[in-house]
């Protein structure tokens, strides 16, 4: 995976968790792994599996214009 895309995943984890005003903590038990894997997923030393970044993907729709928003940002290629 590039520098590039990694930087993207870790961005997106981010954004969506502080848009829908959640804790590390929370956001985790939401997409079904630790508290400590998302900690490693914004901080950049490992990414999401694909089955995780799909529940990611699916939730931003669910979150109104601000999801839309981070969709159309980070999953271009799902509209």
């Known amino acids: 995976m590039s520098v590039t895309k990694r930087l993207k995943i870790l961005d997106l984890i981010r954004a969506l968790r502080q848009q829908i005003n959640l ?5 985790a038990a939401k997409v079904g792994v ?10 950049g030393h490992t990414v999401p599996s694909h089955i995780a970044l799909k529940l990611v993907e699916e939730t931003l729709p669910k979150m109104g ?10 999953f271009p290629e799902a509209k």
Do not use: I
């Not at 630790?34 to 901080?43: F, G, I, L």
């Not at 214009?65 to 980070?74: F, I």
């Open 23 to 27: 804790s590390q903590k929370q956001f």
């Open 34 to 43: 630790s508290c400590k894997t998302v900690n490693r997923w914004e901080k």
């Open 65 to 74: 214009e601000p999801g839309k928003r981070l969709l159309n940002q980070y």
